[in-house]
């Protein structure tokens, strides 16, 4: 994978208000950037001085869909959370408020300045459209690099700040990325918990061609079901609104999770040999290393 800290900065002029190492690193800030080509947007001295440690640029002619751009160091002050008009409450559903800052910054919220104790990361495109694919495979990227380095962390939105904008939005899209760092806020678990429990070896399903397939139940969809479309099931999790099921993704065969109501069909396999055992234990592996998740019988 990419490590985004040793790249070189090409966009090196986002706003820098200076060392950040006095103080602990607490979460990282998800902002929408209404627009594309962020990085050279901030490296422009814009209005009110916003500015943030990476960008997830969108495909224009200067990036790729999903192109990290480092424009700060990490150990540098960004700007993109206004210090003087932090909100004390919460919207109405409670997927972003205070609450779920507080969560994160503990006894330093509300009082210090946030940009102190967060790294920051405008994503290209717009709050009302959400990631892309591609852009959302690289936030959960960036998340996982930076989790690595700063254990304290939790993921959060601008607008857990401030309710001026709806920044960065509640598209199905930046909701995926949200849960697959984890959860957003307060709802963040580093364990991210799916269940095999119906499991049972030998049955088979029919998946619906051209359904997607997700990383774990409610995360990032990796591909879709391409012939053949008999599978072997190996039961849904806890909310039954998702089926494991074997795949074959990069030409590997590993498991992936597809919605329940894709499946169909599902029966003892025709041949006794056919047995799921290791693949459920490749999918208890794969996820206890890859995403810090437990399968739980
Ligand atoms: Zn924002």
């Not at 040793?6 to 966009?11: H, S, T």
């Not at 997927?95 to 330093?108: M, N, V």
Request: proline content about 6%.
């Amino acid at each position: 994978m990419t490590r985004f800290v040793d790249q070189a900065i090409p966009y090196p002029a986002a706003k820098d208000y200076g060392s950040r190492s006095k103080w602990p690193t607490l979460a990282v800030v998800w902002h929408m950037g209404e627009g594309k080509n962020v990085a050279q947007y901030l490296s422009r001295d814009p209005l009110r001085g916003v500015s943030v440690h990476y960008t997830v640029e969108q495909e224009t002619d200067h990036w790729q869909d999903g192109e990290v751009v480092r424009c700060l160091p990490e150990d540098r002050i960004s700007g993109s959370i206004n210090p003087r008009t932090i909100r004390r409450g919460d919207d109405p559903d409670g997927y972003y408020g205070a609450s779920h800052a507080k969560a994160a910054l503990g006894s330093w919220w509300p009082e210090t300045s946030p940009n102190c104790l967060v790294i920051s990361v405008e994503v290209a495109g717009f709050a009302k459209d959400g990631p892309t694919e591609a852009q959302q495979r690289s936030m959960v990227a960036l998340w996982d690099e930076l989790k690595a380095r700063y254990s304290k962390v939790i993921p959060l939105g601008h607008r857990d700040w401030q309710e001026v904008k709806a920044c960065p939005g509640r598209t199905a899209g930046m909701k995926a990325a949200f849960a697959a760092m984890g959860g957003h806020g307060a709802s963040y678990s580093e364990v991210r918990d799916v269940s095999t429990r119906d499991y049972a070896s030998g049955r088979i399903c029919t998946a619906r061609d051209g359904s997607k397939l997700f990383d774990y139940p409610g995360g990032l969809s990796i591909g879709t079901v391409d012939p053949p479309r008999e599978r072997d099931y190996l039961g849904v999790d806890r909310s039954g609104e998702y089926a494991l099921v074997s795949s074959e993704l990069d030409g590997k065969r590993r498991t992936a999770w597809v919605r329940a109501k894709a499946v169909s069909d599902i029966r003892t396999a025709p041949f006794p040999s056919l047995d799921c055992t290791d693949a459920v234990a490749a999918e208890r592996e794969r996820i206890a290393t890859a995403v810090l998740a437990v399968i739980r019988d």
